[in-house]
């Protein structure tokens, strides 16, 4: 633990979560020395999985500590609660309190022995799905950091009509299957489907929508109510005011990703959206980079509006470049004040996140155990929440407890009440989940996004911060925000160019353009190439003298 | 650069690449002439074995290889025990399945299986079957595995049940699956047969699920043919059935005429009117053909000797089954003349699907006119409902197609051409008189269909059609035909028209010979 660590790097990094370890990991891919350190005792920051156990102390050290604490590594989260809905039964909770007819088997949860599994749990502070043919998914197959992870495809995207949840057909089998849909909805859908593919190519389909709304389009091809709310809600991810431009743009995202993986365009990382940051560390490492965890800047020198060094632990270390993570801050940082800041922000999501029971919905949505079901509900303001259940097959939770999280963008600071019309939602269909556990916290901006200043232009110009999680389903902004970063420490060098297979690494002092000795093992066969080796060179000749012929014959038949 | 990854660079990797392609290449070439010169000296030894495993490992699709395997196993199993050979078999059933991760679709691969199961002592079934499963799982599509399937399932005796549940979820997982369509079409009329007609396929409940579900399919995805093809056999617009067609006999010609192409020659002919008839004699109305839907003998046959109460033509063809017919007397000879079957004649229920099914396209059609699969959908369904009753309007979605879909316009002509001589030739063999013209003038026909019934008409009469010389080789089967006319169609060459021995009038004005082909024909038609 108190090796000394070397003493200059080209990057220091703070903080593990996903955008500084992409920073972190295409560093040192490109071969530079990378220093990849975190206060915390986890990996991931504001994008880490807990355990049960470690979730709860989480929730409750923000909960105890002001908000305004800003020497607090935790800043990134607060406004958290938690609270236990069952507590442990005074009366023996055995076989008397199952109602008559019921499986003696069914498990009755109580607070006990739902901890007694803490390990079993993988919970997400910012959890996410991928799109399968999504940015988040294309690089990690490009960069060949895809062999780290494993992901579970999700099982049904649901939707709440009339107090029911119901699976959305979106994909062909589905909409094959599926009896909520006569056949004459199942071509109108299909066809309206394909027409939004084909947007580009045949334009002039939509020509006398261009300014209306998507909803006013879905309305003109006489397509049901029931289609147009999957369509609209569940398939765009849209709502009454969006445009007929962005409601197809969505749709093609959504139906690009179809047929990839699984029978939804949706994946999840197994145990949890934490695993990715650490793909990326695991990169970053492979190639040199050197983690630390629980070391923190406890000082930094400026020389000509740079960070010249920082110390860490009771070294000094040389950084030509910085890079720190959503929700930490070097030492004396000043927050530069005002501004409202340039495009989106980061954070400003309110979570809740429950441990329940039961699952959401009926049999059909979570077959043999429950599934990983994902729900997009709207509200009238617009951006609406993302709600994502998720059963023992993604590694997340022990079996028979399903994880439900919640995230919308937060208006105030309760997460609770911004949660709540949410909730009700839920909890008034005909399968409501039965909750045993919740949370609630925000999720806050990043120091950049917040201040809205350009840090790196007014104060350091070798230091960049991350945003922290956006309120959007996948990650294509933090991508872009890793991305960026990169591109302007190292504008010259490519981003996560494909990352090495094992067979490709050459070891030791071996001869690059060797060949494994094993090709041939049976030594009659060795015999026969011997005694064929001297024909061989003879054939060789021939057959190059006979393809030059061919070349040139070739050439007089083109004249 | 310690602790740094080294990687080789593009150019090294190809470098090595080519040079194991190199090594691979020679070590092919060497086992190959290794393999060969042991067969050669009968070596059918372990080495054997080995070699030809290192070359079928990487590459299953050497046929000989396996072969030659065979051979080996045969030999080294005569010495063993029973036990010891199961073994043997056992590790070339491993083998082969080592090398079907290779390439799943290799024929050879399967085929070794299949010949290791029926050779070895203890073949174990179920185990093959549980295979099929993990393989169709990798790839619901791969045919050769549905294949194999069938083979290993009537070994292992699986009920129909089990399979046709099979098949069900794999259609609800990717319904694009032709090969699972085919095996359903095959199972039900095992486990539904018809309740009362042994020539239609599957009982009439059963029936009206199919349909349900196949048009789901259809409407879900149109692109999808495979789908289609399962509705047409639901629909029975599969190939006939085999059948008598017409049976002329006349002093000097007999013809016999069948529902689908047979080779008469072997085939065993009766009568109860004393005509045997020679198989050899038998001679297909187009030259040379092996199969033909039309035979006839030139004989010189005594007529009206006999005075029975029934004609029987009786002919045992090819599936071992008697086929007969029951002739007339007439005038010349004896004729006797079957109506082809069109389509099936469904129950109440059946109908009831159907017409919901059509209305269903009716809807779509209001939002989708120009929709070339519900408009061809819509006709089947109607000929399939009522033909008579929706003859016109079939044949109008039918030539609305042809402007819609104009890629594919030689194919509803054609359809259209047949619906159209149906409808004529339906109403002429109920007539029952010889003497009357089949009338098929004016009726945009593109080709001919059923010739074959009409092989005894005295009188055929195309007239102002659109047929062209691709078609004139029907009119072989017009072998009892004295008045033919083909006027006002696309023909333009003289040559095309066949030789019809009892023509006498033969009209093919207003077709679009040359001048010099004219002139020819007219000295054809001389010679009539």
Known sequence: MDEDLPTEFDLVVVGTGFVESIVAAAASRIGKTVLHIDPNDFYGGTWASFNLDALQSFISSIAESPATDESKQFNSIKNASQIWHVTTPT??????????????????????????????????????????????????????ICRYAEFRAVDHVCTIINGQTRSVPCSRTDVFNTKDLSIVEKRLLMKLLTSCMGYDEHPEEFKDYEDKTFLEYLKSVKLTDNIIH???????????????????????????????????????????????????????????????????????????????????????????????????????????????????????????????????????????????????????????????????????????????????????????????????????????????????????????????????????????????????????????????????IYPEDEFLPRAPDPEEIVIGDEDPVSVADDVITLDSVKEQIMELEAGLLHQEDCMEENSRNEEMAMEVGEE | MHGRLKVRTSAEEAARKKKEQEIKVKTYRAGMGRIFEKRKNGQLDDEMMQITGQILSRNPDVYTLWNIRKECILKMAESLGNEAKQSLYDKDLGFTEQCLMVNPKSYGAWHHRCWILENCPTPDWEREVALCNKYLKLDERNFHCWDYRRFVVKKAKVPAEDELKYCTEKIHKNFSNYSSWHYRSKLLPLLFPHETSPARPISESKLKEELEMVLTAAFTDPNDSSAWFYQRWLLGYSQPALDIAAIRISKNLAIASFSKPIDLRTCEIETNFGFNF???????????????????????????????????????????????????????????????????????????????????????????????????????????????????????????????????QGYYADLASKWAIEKVLEEWIEQGDLTVAIDLSNLNLATIFYEQYMSIAKIVILRNNCLSDRTATKFNAFQFCENLDASYNQFSTPGVIPHIPNLKVLSLEGNKFSNNATTRLEDQMKNL
């Open chain 1, 91 to 144: 009366a023996t909770p055995a076989d008397d309190a199952i109602p008559e007819g019921q499986e003696a088997t069914e498990k009755i949860w109580t607070k006990e022995n739902v901890l007694k599994e803490f390990r079993r749990f993988n919970v997400d502070l910012s959890p996410k799905l991928l799109f399968s043919c999504g940015k988040l998914v294309k690089l990690l197959i490009s960069s060949n």
């Open chain 1, 230 to 488: 999957c369509v609209l809600y569940s398939i765009s991810m849209s709502n009454e005011q969006t445009s007929l431009k962005d409601g197809i743009d969505n749709t093609k995202k959504f139906l690009n990703s179809l047929g990839r993986y699984g029978n939804t365009p949706f994946l999840f990382p197994m145990y949890g959206c934490g695993e990715i940051p650490q793909c990326f560390c695991r990169l970053c490492a492979v190639f040199g980079g050197i983690y630390c965890l629980k070391r923190s800047v406890s000082n930094v020198s400026i020389a000509d509006a740079k960070v010249d060094s920082i110390k860490c632990g009771n070294q000094d270390i040389k950084a030509s470049n910085i890079v720190v993570g959503h929700g930490n801050i070097l030492p004396d940082f000043s927050i530069p004040a005002g501004g409202t800041g340039v495009g989106k922000k980061c954070g400003g999501i309110s979570r809740a996140i429950y441990i329940t029971s039961s699952p959401l919905g009926a049999e059909e949505l979570n077959s043999s155990g429950g599934g990983v079901n994902f729900l997009k509900l709207t509200d009238e303001s617009g951006t609406g929440a993302f709600v994502l259940q998720l059963s023992h097959y993604s590694g997340t939770c022990p079996k028979g407890l399903y994880l439900i999280h919640i995230s919308c963008s937060a208006k105030s600071n309760n997460p609770e009440a911004d949660i709540k019309p949410y909730l009700d939602k839920l909890l008034t269909t005909d399968h409501p989940p039965a909750i045993l556990y919740s949370i609630y916290f925000t999720i806050d901006a990043c120091l950049r996004c917040t201040s809205g200043a350009s840090i790196t232009n007014d104060s350091l110009s070798n230091v960049f911060v991350c945003c922290g999680p956006s309120f959007e389903l996948d990650y294509d902004e933090s991508i872009d925000n890793a991305e960026g970063i990169f591109k302007k």
């Open chain 2, 278 to 408: 020679n198989p050899d004699r038998w001679q297909p109305v187009q030259k040379g053909n092996k199969y033909d839907v039309a035979w006839i003998v030139e004989d010189s046959f005594e007529l009206g000797a006999s005075d029975l109460q029934q004609y029987i033509f009786k002919c045992r063809m090819s599936d071992g089954k008697d086929y007969a017919i029951n002739l007339k007397k007439c005038s010349d000879g004896f004729y006797g003349m079957k109506c082809p079957k069109f389509e099936y004649e469904f129950g109440a229920a059946v109908i009831e699907e159907l017409k919901n099914q059509l209305e269903s396209c009716n809807q779509l059609l209001e939002y989708e006119p120009d929709s070339k699969w519900t408009l061809l959908t819509a006709s089947l369904l109607m000929r399939a409902i009522d033909r008579r009753g929706y003859h016109t309007k079939s044949l109008e979605y039918l030539q609305k197609l042809e402007k819609i879909d104009y890629l594919r």
